[in-house]
């Protein structure tokens, strides 16, 4: 199995930008899938999640960051609009094969597959 982020880059505050993670591997097809991020000197944070069908989103980007899920393609994505420089980061997917219960599907220690991570860079 294997997860691909792509879909980063440079931009503007008050810009957008949209990630996309796909997922490869045989028939394999995630329950639960996250987004988190990691700026330099901290620790890894979860963004967003979509759990069977269920969002969450952190207190930092809820109502500007949008998580969806393709099932036909096996593609999450994360709209990003009203970028901040703070949200400068190290974004990376992750994925699940069974859906977590809501107590545990902001850990990042509840998903067992990662992507490689796509750099995201917000300027001021």
């Known amino acids: 199995v294997q997860l691909q982020a792509y879909g980063g880059g440079l931009v503007q505050a008050g810009g957008s930008l949209k990630l996309s993670c796909g997922v490869s591997g045989g028939s394999f097809s995630p329950n639960a899938m996250g987004w988190f991020r990691q700026a330099p000197g901290k620790e890894r944070e979860y963004v967003a999640i979509w759990n069977a069908g269920t969002t969450y989103y952190s207190d930092d980007v809820r109502g500007r960051f949008t998580i969806s899920r393709d099932n036909t393609k096996n593609t999450l994505y994360l709209q990003m609009n009203g970028l901040k420089p703070e949200d400068t980061a190290v974004y990376y997917c992750?994925?699940?094969?069974?859906?977590?219960?809501?107590?545990?599907?902001?850990?990042?220690?509840?998903?067992?597959?990662w992507g490689q991570g796509t750099q995201v860079t917000v300027s001021s």
């Open positions: 992750a994925a699940n094969r069974n859906r977590i219960n809501a107590g545990g599907a902001r850990s990042e220690h509840r998903y067992t597959y």
